[in-house]
């Protein structure tokens, strides 16, 4: 603290003595203007100021005091404001340009509104900037590119009384602003919050401004200086170590290692066999018949572990009669969810609207700093967007009950508003992410989004309106029925169940929460009775009625292992474990997969080769730093710097004694993959020589120990005893149409394809067909190619000069209906794998029979659920269309 007042005292003496400089040099100019331009001058400053008292009797509100508007555009450059009229004049410093347009309407004529566009000082990047020998003090420079920004900000802080310092309301947004103050050294700047960018909101923080607030920025330099030390000093590790460019996070390598360790669970489970037995049974009343579910025998739980035993059981069962024993009727409730918080967002938005959490956060950010509503202009559509609170305001909660009240009737309006319980970390600084008013349905907005061709930001703003509205609403309630039906010394269990009353399930619709799914999995795996979705009705059933056996059902079924992570499973279990923060999840997802830690097929995250190469050495050499629990615990030393009940610099202490210690004996001890070669008794086919085993781009590979006089590599795999096993090229018929050698088949960055096997000699190489023509050039033909990001799409050979391209995979059949030149294999969650016309006003549409691809077909549609056009992907096909160079692996 003592430097930062120094750097000001001297920032503010610096201004003062440049001010009288500046003044003095403009004095000449002043004397060179002709006398006879001041009466024109006087008529228009007359003119301004007419103007202006109708523009604030226009905007004064009802309690006659005059609401403020903004001069200047936040996000365009002008010339220092020269001071007009009486009265103070402020300057509010926003981080967006988009959120500044909002504020604008709502600040008036003595307000100038700027952006920072974000950060504005930062640690050097060429540099740790952490100098640990004195207390782990920073070394903060100006971002390159922000001076013009900053320089902006300095001259409009010269001519105002007071700075607002109007950043995001959270920890980050709170190191902005001490950024802020400390450049434009204003001797009056003070920090103002708000959840939301409404005019109430927006003019009760100008009126009420504080100090910046110390602890939160401790909290978040301590963040930002635990992730330099340990970023800026395993990352060389890894460069020297494995593969340069590769970088290690105090979260984002906690993150790899949790999809490591699930894809070792994967690997390590071995199946049971298990077997389900179900009574097709019809009651007195006749058809239809329902079904019944084997439940225990002789009065004990069942778990039929072969084929035998379901036999026996069978033919022990066929000539039984089935009597019913017990009815149970009872109403079953089903709760609305919390509003969202950050974490849930991001599952719900992966559910239900296939958006990755980047996605989903940058739409957000969006809705927040505000979009054009036509007359209104910019306006603020949700909440702060950064949350883990489910608090919800008074105003709020009264103005959605009485929504519900009008557009629902009484009947699905809760007596009292509903209050849900935040997690015990949670910060309940903001409120819970909801619309900013009531009075921008959906319906009313949607021709905006329209216009804008937004529409994913259009279902990303229904979906959080319907969650609000969702969440003080009543209970959805279910008539549900359990029958008991005996069967010798069988008991079969028969369960149904209507939909009685809709409650919220009228607004967010049937589909089950993540926390919903959950309960029902965790019941499964207790074996709970009713843990099963039961959906339909059970004909009347009294007890002792015996009922007519159609038959019995058995089916034999294996146990499956866990589930890979899905972005929307990965940060429900990073929000479990208290990993990161929910702000940080988007990033973390997103840099796994950039720094090709992980990859995503079929919508699950799976480790590459270098990721699980990376988990290994990492794991081994800093068991501490990437246990699971510690990660989690440092966000609560966090949360107790920004409460004030713990010191920055001993935490930094703390923590960095025992890293220091770990990173040395990690530089000694840590394998040099980089240069590691693992002999093998497999001998190169060209030279003799014993292949070795060496890491590179694609992950480990065979290559000649003779190198660089000998080239020869091969991909290889190991077989169930761990033994290498050589993967042989796949040969085509196809020659190369420079040396006519055979041309094989090779996987590279980009996915696979063909070079010819003459390499090195001959470094000819060409994507590979799937078998269609190109429909928009009609002269190429289209090949499966891998983005940058792994995703799979599909594109014309003759990129650049034909830029078609598609998400799903082209089918060279002629759609029956309007003669398309193909169809399109897609697949859905709901309706699985399909063939469907390009076309959009042709609706012909079949089921696949074969499967000739799978796991294509869904992973395109995965992908292609992103809402981006093919269209779009020209900036990915231009990476990938270009034939690859032969790989090494």
């Given amino acids: 603290m003592a430097t930062r ?30 006398a006879k331009k001041a009466p024109a001058k006087k008529k228009t400053a007359a003119k301004k100021a007419t ?155 100008i009126a009420n401004p504080r100090e910046l607030n110390q602890d939160n920025y401790d909290s978040q330099q301590t963040r930002r200086i635990l992730d330099r030390l340990v970023g800026y000093q395993i990352s060389p590790l890894l460069w020297k170590k494995i593969r340069r460019g590769l970088s290690a996070g105090r979260v984002q390598s906690v993150a790899v290692r949790l999809i490591v360790e699930r894809e070792a669970e994967i690997k390590a489970f071995t199946p049971e066999e298990y077997w389900t037995l179900d009574a097709l049974v019809q009651g007195p009343q006749g058809p239809p018949p329902f079904k019944a579910k084997l439940s225990r025998v002789d009065g004990k739980k069942v778990e039929l572990k072969d084929r035998a035993t379901t036999d026996g059981l069978v033919a022990e069962l066929k000539d039984a009669p089935f009597t019913v024993t017990k009815v149970d009727r009872k109403e079953r409730r089903r709760n609305a969810p919390a509003p969202f918080i950050t974490s849930k967002l991001q599952q719900e938005a992966a559910n239900r609207l296939h958006f990755t959490a980047k996605k989903t956060m940058t739409l957000a950010q969006k809705l ?89 930001m259009f279902r990303l703003y229904e979906l959080i309106w319907n969650r609000f509205v969702a969440c003080q609403m009543k209970p959805a309630v279910y008539d549900q029925t359990a029958a008991d039906i005996t069967a010798g010394r069988a008991t079969f269990r028969a369960s149904g169940s209507t939909l009685k009353f809709p409650g919220y399930l009228g607004v967010y619709g049937a589909g089950l929460t993540p926390e919903e799914e959950s309960e029902r999995d965790k019941a499964k795996a207790a074996g709970e009775e009713g843990a099963e979705d039961v959906v339909g009705e059970l004909p009347p059933l009294n007890e002792g009625e015996v009922l007519a056996l159609h038959k019995l059902l058995n089916e034999q079924h294996f146990t499956q292992p866990p589930p890979r992570f899905s972005e929307a499973t990965l940060v429900k279990e990073l929000e479990e ?97 980089k240069r590691e070669e693992i002999k093998t008794d497999i001998a190169c086919e060209k030279c003799g020589n014993p292949f070795v085993i060496k890491f590179g781009k694609m992950g480990h590979f065979l290559a000649c120990s003779n190198y660089p006089d000998c080239k020869n590599t091969k991909d290889f795999k190991r077989d169930a005893e761990g033994k290498i096993v050589i993967v042989e090229e796949e040969t085509t018929d196809e020659k190369c149409e420079k040396c006519a050698k055979p041309m094989v088949i090779k996987r590279g960055r980009f996915g696979r394809f063909m070079a010819c096997s003459g390499y090195p000699d001959c470094k000819t190489s060409k994507p590979i067909s799937i078998g269609v023509s190109c429909p928009e050039c009609k002269v190429g033909y289209l090949t499966e190619r891998r983005s940058g990001r792994g995703k799979i799409f599909f594109g014309c050979n003759r990129y650049p000069e034909c830029k078609f391209a598609a998400w799903d995979r082209p089918l060279a059949e002629a759609c029956p209906q309007c003669a398309s030149p193909y169809l399109l294999q897609k697949y859905s969650k709901r309706d699985g794998a399909y063939i469907a016309c390009p076309n959009k006003e042709c609706d012909y549409r079949r089921e696949v029979v074969e499967q000739g691809l799978p796991g294509v077909a869904a992973e395109g549609s995965a992908q292609g659920s992103s809402g981006a056009p093919p269209e779009a992907l020209a900036g990915a096909a231009g990476a990938a269309v270009a034939p690859p160079a032969p790989s090494v692996s």
């Fill in 5 to 34: 007042k120094k750097t000001q005292a001297a920032q503010t003496e610096a201004a003062a003595e440049e001010t009288p400089k500046k003044a003095a040099s403009k004095k000449p100019a002043a004397k060179k203007a002709p």
């Fill in 51 to 205: 103007a202006k008292k109708k523009t604030a009797a226009r905007r004064r509100g009802a309690d006659g005091e005059e609401l403020p508007t903004v001069d200047a555009d936040a996000d365009e450059v002008e010339e220092v404001p020269e001071r007009r009229g009486k009265g103070p004049h402020y300057l509010v410093v926003v981080e967006s340009p988009a959120k500044a347009k909002t504020i604008k309407k709502y600040l008036g004529s003595g307000y100038t509104v700027k952006a920072s566009v974000g950060h504005v000082k930062d640690l050097p990047k060429s540099k740790i900037g952490v100098d640990v020998e004195h207390d782990f003090k920073p070394e903060y420079t100006v971002i390159k590119g922000k001076e013009k920004v900053l320089n902006e900000l300095k001259k409009t802080a010269r001519t105002v009384d007071r700075v607002f310092l109007a950043t995001d309301p959270d920890r980050e947004g709170e190191a902005i602003a001490w950024h802020i103050k400390e450049e434009l050294a204003h001797p009056d700047s003070l920090r103002v919050t708000f959840n939301e960018i409404t005019k109430k909101a927006v003019q009760e923080a």
């Fill in 368 to 456: 927040y700093e505000g979009v054009p509503l036509g007359e209104e202009g910019q306006t603020a559509l949700i909440t702060y967007m950064r949350t883990d609170s489910t608090r919800l305001s008074d105003d709020a909660v009264t103005q959605v009950r009485e929504f519900i009240g009008q557009k629902y009737g009484a009947d699905y309006l809760p007596p009292e508003p509903m209050v849900y319980k935040s997690r015990k970390s949670a910060q309940d600084a903001h409120e819970a992410i909801r619309p900013t008013s009531l009075e921008y349905p959906p319906e009313r907005v949607r021709p905006f989004f329209d216009a804008m061709d937004e529409s994913d």
């Fill in 577 to 673: 474990r208290g990993i990161g923060r929910p702000s940080t999840y988007a990033a973390i997802l997103s840099n796994i997969q950039d720094k090709k830690y992980v990859e995503k097929l079929e919508s699950r995250f799976r480790p590459t080769d270098l990721g699980q190469m990376t988990n290994e050495l990492l794991v081994k050499h800093f068991p501490h730093e990437l246990d699971v629990s510690f990660t989690a615990s440092m966000e609560e030393k966090l949360d107790q710097i920004s409460d004030g009940g713990a010191s920055w610099k001993t935490v930094l202490h703390d923590f960095y004694g025992p890293f220091k210690e770990t990173l040395e004996k990690a530089e000694a001890e840590m394998r040099d993959v």
